[in-house]
């Protein structure tokens, strides 16, 4: 499943108060740059994730933040260090953009 036109377009929307917003599409998903610095994915399922790093890490999981893991064929289950993006942030691009200026601060 890729991800659609509309996803990539809301995604850039929802960050476009950072500035210089790029993306790149890869393995069905998006890779949102801000300044050339990767710091948020979307799935094809059009879910949003912050990229999290350093002390940054510990404040997504306090505040109760889903962690992207997977399952591999062998049955190993995988986390990556992105979380999900706050629920109430898909519907407010300046909540979206503090919490991504904040992802942005530990990369």
């Known amino acids: 499943m890729n991800i659609s036109d509309a996803d990539v377009a809301f995604a850039k929307e929802l960050f476009s108060g950072l500035g210089d ?4 599409k ?4 998006l890779s949102i740059y801000c300044d050339g610095t990767i710091f948020s994915i979307v799935n094809s399922d059009g879910s949003i994730w912050l990229k999290g790093a350093g002390e940054f890490q510990k404040t997504l999981e306090d505040e109760g933040l889903e962690r992207w893991s997977y399952t591999k064929d062998t049955g190993k289950t ?3 260090p992105y979380w999900s993006l706050p629920g109430e942030a898909l519907d407010d691009p300046q909540l979206a953009c503090d ?3 904040r992802a942005l601060a530990h990369l």
């Open 21 to 24: 917003i790029s993306s790149r």
């Open 99 to 101: 919490w991504a200026r």
């Open 78 to 80: 995988v986390s990556m």
């Open 26 to 29: 890869m393995m069905g998903g």
